[in-house]
């Protein structure tokens, strides 16, 4: 799974979540380049190659059933 298709999943399944709107994105002057994901037991890391806004670099975890946000770290 690549950082395109967990967004479409999270999107699909979570009709009011927050964590891939432009406004959020924006806000953490992030784009989906920056984003790569990595693949565990239960959960998908996504992951910043770069940092941004002011040296951000905590990776989100997602449920692989439900694609929900699990916690950031």
């Known amino acids: 799974m690549n950082s395109s298709q ?4 999270y999107e699909l399944n979570n009709e009011n979540g927050y964590f891939f709107t ?3 994105m924006r806000f ?3 784009t989906m380049k920056n984003y790569g994901v990595i693949t565990h037991n239960n959960m998908f ?3 910043r190659k770069k940092p ?4 951000l ?3 989100a975890f997602f449920s692989k ?4 946000l699990i ?3």
């Open 6 to 9: 967990l967004k479409y999943q």
């Open 22 to 24: 432009p406004k959020t």
């Open 28 to 30: 953490f002057g992030d």
């Open 45 to 47: 890391e996504l992951w």
């Open 52 to 55: 941004v806004n002011g040296g």
């Open 57 to 59: 670099t905590k990776s």
């Open 65 to 68: 059933k439900s694609f929900q």
């Open 71 to 73: 916690c950031i770290d």
